[in-house]
């Protein structure tokens, strides 16, 4: 059973910064697709961050320019930056890791940016 464990989820200000990151026991090769989500309250889990089959990476529109995902293969870790957070930021947010055996989630982090 492949394992996500995420962390770095907090209380910010508007305009402040926070990271994510995902760590998974998935070897790198069972791996196809990594990406963070996001749910906030009264809505639906969407698509935030992650990276395409040729490595590059792809970013939901309200938060291309202030979130950047990366990753370190060698840690099997995916990292979420988010700078220059807003209000509407404000959700829980979840890593997905679809390997060739499964589909899986982390119990997510709770992000609030709030003055």
């Known amino acids: 059973q492949v394992q996500l464990v995420e962390s770095g989820g907090g209380l910010v200000q508007p305009g402040g910064s926070l990271a994510l990151s995902c760590a998974t026991s998935?070897?790198?090769?069972?791996?196809?697709?990594m990406g963070w989500y996001r749910q906030a309250p009264g809505k639906q889990r969407e698509w935030v961050a992650g990276f395409t089959s040729g490595g590059d990476t792809n970013y939901l529109g309200s938060v291309k320019g202030r979130f950047t995902i990366s990753r370190d293969n060698a840690k099997n870790t995916v990292y979420l930056r988010m700078v220059s957070l807003k209000p509407e930021d404000t959700a829980i947010y979840y890593c997905?890791?679809?390997?060739?055996?499964?589909?899986?989630w982390g119990r997510g982090t709770q992000v609030t940016v709030s003055s």
């Open positions: 997905r890791c679809q390997t060739y055996g499964g589909d899986y």
């Open positions: 998935a070897t790198i090769h069972s791996i196809y697709h």
